[in-house]
């Protein structure tokens, strides 16, 4: 159990576009989900919690206009990485938690390349 | 041990030797400690967690060992094996406004040599 997929695994871009991540809770109901971004060789830097239904809340300086996030059923959230630059190259994780309870439950990355 | 920094601790052991990970949290005010292992390409992986009333919980070939004076903590991996290769983070759980956080420390590249 609490299994947590994204789609697609890995991503292609060209410099200006604008991709979309997927992230879903496959077996449970997450009421919340973290957004992370990780970099080569360094660790997982959290960028914004979301909680169904509601806006995301955003870490300090993550651009809410660039990192576009919909956490819109208890299922699935996602992220859209907006006129997307090279630097935005990285893996982005998602990871769910269920209530208030301590354990997230991590997805299996995408890995974005923007060309 | 793990240190903030752009750097990636590393440590090397011997195939069936014991593996120690360090790591050095920053809040007193963290209640939860979770060790994560992450294979190159994936997402990080559940090993271990303790409570900050506890100072040491065992699961199988792994014991962490939480120090609250000093803010540290560790993973043991006992009989490490090719499969333990990975980078293991540790993590610490606190409360932020009305949300539960996790903020991940930098890491340490462990490598079993044969």
């Known amino acids: 159990g609490a299994v947590v997929s994204q789609h697609p695994s890995w991503v292609i871009c060209k410099s200006g576009t604008s991709v979309k991540i997927e992230c879903r809770s496959l077996d449970f109901q997450a009421t919340t989900m973290f957004w992370y971004r990780q970099f080569p060789k360094q660790s997982l830097m959290l960028m914004a919690t979301s909680n169904e239904g509601s806006k995301a809340t955003y870490e300090q300086g993550v651009e809410k206009d660039k990192f576009l996030i919909n956490h819109a059923s208890l299922t699935l959230s996602t992220l859209t990485v907006t006129s997307a630059h090279p630097e935005d190259s990285s893996f982005y994780i998602c990871?769910?938690?269920?209530?208030?309870?301590?354990?997230?439950?991590f997805g299996p990355g995408t890995r974005l390349t923007v060309t | 041990g793990e240190s903030v920094g752009l750097h990636l601790p590393t440590l090397s052991v011997q195939e069936g030797d014991n593996s120690i990970i360090n790591c050095a949290y920053s809040?007193?005010?963290?209640?939860?400690f979770i060790w994560y292992k992450q294979e190159s390409g994936k997402g990080p992986q559940f090993i271990i967690d303790i409570r900050s009333n506890m100072d040491k919980r065992q699961g199988q070939r792994v014991t962490v060992l939480l120090n609250k004076t000093v803010k540290h903590l560790s993973l043991q991996i006992a009989a490490t094996q090719p499969g333990d290769s990975a980078v293991y983070f540790c993590a610490e759980n606190r409360s932020s406004g009305s949300a539960r956080q996790l903020t991940f420390g930098s890491g340490t590249q462990l490598t079993v040599l044969p």
């Open positions: 809040n007193s005010a963290s209640d939860y």
């Open positions: 990871s769910a938690r269920v209530g208030a309870v301590y354990e997230q439950y």
